[in-house]
């Protein structure tokens, strides 16, 4: 079956990562697993709004 409704594996994944930071980090991502899962408990859930989230693939144009 492929039926992934209940597979909660990537909350909790960024939950237990975000939770056991020291408050105020600076978060460093590379790949699209940890930078999404991340970005979304920060932005969209309001998870840790104290962490800083750096997305090491992202390109400055200058």
């Not at 992934?4 to 699209?32: I, K």
């Amino acid at each position: 079956e492929c039926d992934q409704s209940g597979n909660d594996v990537v909350d909790r994944f960024a939950r237990e990562v975000v939770l056991s930071l020291p408050e105020g980090s600076l978060v460093l991502t590379r790949g699209d697993l940890p930078g999404n899962t991340l970005r979304y408990m920060h932005y969209c859930q309001g998870l840790r709004p104290d962490l800083s989230l750096v997305d090491q693939e992202v390109r400055n144009p200058a």
